[in-house]
C-alpha cells in the first residue's frame, strides 16, 4: 500500500515524546506541538494535565491506553479526517515505545494522514549510550515475560544472540530477571544496568551480570525506580555467524570458478571448520 501523505487532508498526528524524570529535556518543539494540539491523546489523562500545567499549556485532553486503544481508535481517527491536529504522549518518553500508540499510528497511517514524530527521550537509548556495550546493532526486547517459567525461557533463547539486548524491567522483578539473566547468559557476561535515568537518584552501573545481581541482592544498587538492563549479545555466536557468512560466499566463488559441489564443500570444510554435507546441502538448496 502506498499512501501520499503530502495530499492528505490537514488533520494529522504528531508523535511526541515527553521526558523520562527530568522536565529539563522537554523541548521547544514538545511544548509547541501540545499548545497547538486541538486535542492531547494521553495515556494518564491527570498526568499529562499535571505536564501541560507545567508548561502553561490548557488544551482538552483524551485518555487512549492499552485498554481502550482498539475502541477509540476509529473516532480519533474520524476527528483527524476533519482536519483535527492531535498530539499523541504517553506518561513518560517517546509514546507506541513499551507503551500505547502504535495502532492509532497505524490506523492513521492507513488513512493517509499526516503522521509527524517530535523526538525526545526513549529511556533505552539513553541507557544504551551511556553502557559502555556496542550499538551498532541492538536488539530491544522490551519487559520480560512476567512469570518466572517463561522469562527464564526467553532469556535462553537470546543466549545465543550476538547484538547487544536491551530490556525494560519493573522494580518488582528486578532481581529475579537479574537472576534468571545470569543463569541463561552465565554470570560472566558483560551487562549494565540503569536506574532512574535522568532523575535525581540515577544510577547507572557496568558491571558482569553476576556483579549486577550481587549489586541488587546487596543493596548497593536500590531496589526502587525504573531499570533498563543491558546485555553484551554473544561473542562466539558473532564469530559463528562470521564463519557462516565467508563459507557461503567462498562456495559461491569456487562454484562461480568451475569447482564441482563436492570439491568446494570439501576444499571450504577443511578452511572453515565447518561441515562439508551441511555446506554441501546448502548450496543444493540455493
Ligand atoms: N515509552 C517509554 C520510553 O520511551 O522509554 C517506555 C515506557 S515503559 C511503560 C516504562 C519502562 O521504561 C520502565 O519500566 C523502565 O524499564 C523504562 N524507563 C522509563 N523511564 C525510565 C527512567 N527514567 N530510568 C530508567 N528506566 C526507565
Redesign the pocket.
Known sequence: MSLDVDNAAQGRLEVVATP??NLGDASTRMREALAAADLVVAEDTRRTGRLLTQFGVDRPLFALHDHNESEVVPGLVARMRDGARLALV?D????A???PGFRLVRAALAEGLRVTPIPG????IAALSVSGLPTDRFAFEGFPPAKAKARLASFQALANEPRTLVF???VHRIEASLRDAVTAFGAERPAFL??????MHEQCVSDSLGGLLEAVATGRVTAKG???LAVAGNPTAGDAEHVQVGASELMRRLLAAGLSRGDAARLVAGVSGLSRNDLYAATVDD
Do not use: N
Not at 513518560?92 to 509514546?95: E, F, K, M, V
Not at 540503569?194 to 532523575?199: C, D, F, G, V
Open positions: 523520562i524524570g504517553s513518560a518518553g517517546t509514546p515505545i513499551s507503551d527521550a526513549v529511556a533505552l525494560y524491567e519493573a540503569a536506574r532512574e535515568l535522568t532523575k525504573e531499570f533498563v
